[in-house]
């Protein structure tokens, strides 16, 4: 079974620049999550997709993060403007639906530098 | 916010040693979840304790779980030099409307030295 990709592994930009990543889930899996992890912190929720609505997006910075899943499968999380502060490993995780004692099935991460 | 706190933050063993590794965690939960990550494979999912369980094991890995004191703890017995990562506690709470997101620890960082 395919896990979840993520594109890029890496990104390199300035402060002020806008960057996009992709996530595409496992198949047939209805829930996908968005998480932030900076340099020696465990991972933090950005935003949780339920097929292409949003249930959880209350520690997303709206004013620069946005977040879509147009057709309930891939998902894209895009920063602009960046911050120095950005500088982290995007996670992409899946379950196959929400609700408790669900797995979340996590992709290899995009690691972004702000510079 | 993180919700759990782990300890020690590193820890380094002899192979063929067991490694024991807490956490702590503020709120009430539904389920305790450990991960662990490493640079070759990310994040993985190890082991998950319903708030209604004390104890669980899955292999070399045995977990158990404290409601009343609000912590948990990970044992690998018989470590092998591949359990070299970082552990991570994550707590999931079910809020209703389908958001059950993990809040993760800050983690340890557990060295096997062979």
């Known amino acids: 079974e395919a896990g979840v990709a993520q594109s890029p592994r890496y990104k390199i930009i300035e402060k002020r620049q806008s960057v996009a990543f992709w996530c595409n889930p496992i198949?047939?899996?209805?829930?996908l999550y968005w998480y932030q992890q900076i340099l020696g912190q465990g991972p933090k929720l950005l935003i949780q997709?339920?097929?292409?609505?949003?249930?959880?997006d209350s520690q997303l910075p709206k004013d620069r993060f946005s977040a879509e899943r147009l057709k309930g499968v891939d998902s894209t999380l895009k920063i602009q403007p960046a911050k120095l502060e950005d500088s982290a490993v995007y996670l992409c995780?899946?379950?196959?639906?929400?609700?408790?004692?669900?797995?979340?099935?996590f992709g290899p991460g995009t690691r972004l530098t702000v510079l | 916010s993180q919700q759990g706190e782990e300890d020690p933050q590193a820890l380094s063993i002899q192979e063929g040693e067991n490694a024991t590794m807490n956490c702590s965690y503020k709120?009430?939960?539904?389920?305790l979840q450990w991960y662990r990550q490493n640079s070759g494979r990310g994040l993985v999912h190890l082991i998950l304790?319903?708030?209604?369980?004390r104890e669980k094991h899955s292999g070399r890995l045995r977990v158990t779980l404290d409601t009343s004191k609000k912590s948990s703890s990970l044992l690998i017995t018989a470590s092998r030099a591949a359990d070299t990562a970082s552990y991570f506690c994550?707590?999931?709470?079910?809020?209703?409307?389908?958001?059950?997101?993990?809040?993760f620890g800050k983690g340890t960082h557990l060295i096997i030295q062979p």
């Open positions: 995780a899946s379950s196959l639906s929400g609700g408790i004692n669900n797995e979340q099935f």
């Open positions: 198949s047939g899996h209805a829930t």
């Open positions: 997709f339920q097929n292409n609505g949003v249930v959880d």
């Open positions: 709120t009430s939960i539904n389920n």
């Open positions: 304790i319903r708030s209604n369980e």
């Open positions: 994550a707590t999931a709470k079910y809020s209703g409307g389908g958001a059950d997101g993990l809040t």
